[in-house]
């Protein structure tokens, strides 16, 4: 399916970029940026929204390695489509401890092709719903190294879901796994290595993170099911420090149980596999590989080049390997704060037969 998204961030930087009064150099300059936006695409029509970017240090607590983040964004469309979302990543004394979490809203609808690496479009239907998730994760680092060990907990509420074809009609969604609506709580445990020197621009050493959550039955819906995933990356400079960047990434999933359909491994969207559609395969498990070549044009100005593989499937013993989903794409970036590096990113994704463009704060991984 082709998908062309049109974004355009006014980014008021004269008067979004407040820094600390404090002209010593040892003490951390936090940085704000609020945003108004307009996005459109076939799905939603314009959309109309703000954004806002905050990255501090807490006052007392300069010593830590690298800057917290929070991003709050709201928007609404001319199809009274909703999204509400607000993102953490927060780092206390010395790294001591870190919490990052998503509380997110949405009343959204999407482009859903049933189960499995050979969906088809010719079943394109749209499945609308609405939807309030917490997913939060609370880290303790390990004695003086970047390892942490965490509580994962992830709450979710589908509910108010409806599916149709493209001339409105309803189409049944008993058997679509979450598509008469579902509520879960999630428990699990996280284990974090991170060395990266940055978290929304990272341009060197790696990042590794495995998590796992136990979606118990009776908490809070008849169905039960475990989630696992895995994600690596790394990042190496090379030639002149920063100006030339080759990052690298590795994402994994595998479920078992009775998943939402909202919650499989879903491959597309504005981090992996840019150019397919988020969801536009999605199944129990997948694997997906991305690598990225970053370098700086002119002063604030970058560019960058990415390619990328994957797969779904439903059984660990039916992976198809002949069948890949491959996606490809150049992008640009444009520095707003240039005391500690926060990119907008432009993506042009081109998967097989479909292609996205992608607009946003921070690098894709």
Do not use: C
């Amino acid at each position: 399916m082709r998908q062309t998204t049109l974004l355009i961030l006014i980014s008021l930087i004269g008067l979004g970029a407040f820094a600390q009064t404090k002209k010593d150099s040892l003490v951390y300059r936090n940085f704000f940026l609020p945003s108004p936006s307009i996005t459109y695409s076939p799905e939603t029509d314009f959309v109309f929204g703000v954004y806002g970017l905050y990255q501090f240090k807490f006052k007392d607590y300069q010593d830590v390695k690298r800057a917290s983040v929070l991003q709050i964004y709201g928007s609404q469309s001319l199809k009274k489509q909703t999204t509400v979302r607000f993102e953490h990543k927060v780092y206390f004394p010395s790294d001591k401890w870190y919490f990052e979490g998503i509380v997110l809203y949405r009343n959204f609808i999407e482009k859903y092709y049933g189960i499995g690496y050979d969906s088809s479009s010719e079943n394109e239907v749209n499945a609308a719903y609405e939807t309030f998730s917490i997913d939060e994760k609370v880290y303790k680092h390990i004695k003086q190294s970047q390892f942490y060990i965490g509580l994962h907990i992830k709450y979710i509420n589908y509910f108010n879901v409806q599916f149709s074809d493209n001339q409105g009609e309803k189409v049944d969604n008993s058997l679509v796994p979450g598509g008469e609506g579902s509520k879960h709580l999630g428990l699990g445990v996280a284990l974090l290595w991170d060395k990266r020197n940055s978290i929304l621009t990272p341009t060197e050493n790696f990042y590794f993170e495995v998590s796992s959550l136990s979606f118990v039955e009776k908490w809070t819906s008849p169905e039960s099911f475990n989630v696992f995933k895995l994600d690596a990356r790394s990042y190496f400079n090379f030639k002149t420090v920063n100006k030339h960047v080759l990052a690298f990434q590795f994402l994994s999933q595998f479920s078992q149980g009775e998943i939402p359909f909202r919650e499989m491994a879903l491959m597309g969207g504005p981090r992996m596999m840019r150019g397919y559609s988020e969801g536009r395969y999605r199944d129990q498990h997948k694997l997906e590989l991305q690598s990225e070549y970053r370098f700086k044009l002119y002063k604030r100005f970058g560019m960058t080049a990415f390619v990328a593989g994957g797969n779904v499937m439903g059984n660990y013993s039916g992976w198809n390997f002949d069948d890949y989903k491959y996606s490809y794409g150049f992008g640009f970036r444009y520095n707003i704060n240039k005391r500690d590096p926060a990119n907008i990113r432009l993506d042009f994704g081109f998967g097989q037969k479909s292609e996205g463009v992608y607009i946003t704060f921070g690098e894709a991984f």
